[in-house]
T-cell receptor, first 116, second 115 residues
Framework: DTGVSQDPRHKITKRGQNVTFRCDPI?????LYWYRQTLGQGPEFLTY????????KSRLLSDRFSAERPKGSFSTLEIQRTEQGDSAMYLC??????????????FGEGSRLTVL | AQSVAQPEDQVNVAEGNPLTVKCTYS??????LFWYVQYPNRGLQFLLK??????LVKGSYGFEAEFNKSQTSFHLKKPSALVSDSALYFC?????????????FGKGTRLSVIA
């Protein structure tokens, strides 16, 4: 399978614990995005990387959230000291952006976080 | 700032009838427009996009969308709905001249096709 893969698909944790999600993008894509989706809402942008550089972070991304993309390949999203409000689906997407390329996003299946 | 509005939370249509899912957008320049579909507990799947050129764009699974610049709309259409089209549909926009701005999504419209 050459699509975007995310792990784990589901995570249940207690409030105050740390969680980490991993995303493996489509191999030739140079951009990687993290979005968050809550029930009844569309995806909300969190952050994105061009290769290994984190180019933009949303104000939704509090200091408890950190994302990395070492070596410009896979990415991790860590949430420290989780709160019940962090419960959501965390979506990863990748795209190819460049001259003449319009860069539509290709999404993974998402990682659903439930904070008890 | 760019934004997308999907005015209908839910659209119901009988199988075999035409369907329309509405989307309007706001950008300061020219838009790149996208439609995605999401099935339960799954990620979003790309359906189609408008970049430039012909205002009628054809995409996957028989869907098409019409770009209307004067009405700032990009409605999703299908001539004959299938029960399997029942899902959540998202419209998204990016300003062509915004450089690196990520896609902004609407809140989604739930399509229910009744047999």
């Amino acid at each position: 399978d050459t699509g975007v893969s995310q792990d784990p698909r589901h995570k249940i944790t207690k409030r105050g614990q740390n969680v980490t999600f991993r995303c493996d993008p489509i191999s030739e894509h140079n951009r990687l995005y993290w979005y968050r989706q809550t029930l009844g809402q569309g995806p909300e942008f969190l952050t994105y990387f061009q290769n290994e550089a984190q180019l933009e972070k949303s104000r939704l991304l509090s200091d408890r959230f950190s994302a990395e993309r070492p070596k410009g390949s896979f990415s991790t999203l860590e949430i420290q000291r989780t709160e019940q409000g962090d419960s959501a689906m965390y979506l990863c997407a990748s795209s190819l952006v460049g001259r003449g390329v319009t860069g539509e996003l290709f999404f993974g299946e998402g990682s659903r976080l439930t904070v008890l | 700032a760019q934004s997308v509005a999907q005015p209908e939370d839910q659209v119901n249509v009988a199988e075999g009838n035409p369907l329309t899912v509405k989307c309007t957008y706001s950008v300061s320049g020219n838009p790149y427009l996208f439609w995605y579909v999401q099935y339960p507990n799954r990620g979003l799947q790309f359906l189609l996009k408008y970049i430039t050129g012909d205002n009628l764009v054809k995409g996957s699974y028989g869907f098409e969308a019409e770009f209307n610049k004067s009405q700032t709309s990009f409605h999703l259409k299908k001539p004959s709905a299938l029960v399997s089209d029942s899902a959540l549909y998202f419209c998204a926009v990016r300003d062509v001249h915004s450089g690196n701005t990520p896609l902004v999504f609407g809140k989604g419209t739930r399509l229910s096709v009744i047999a």
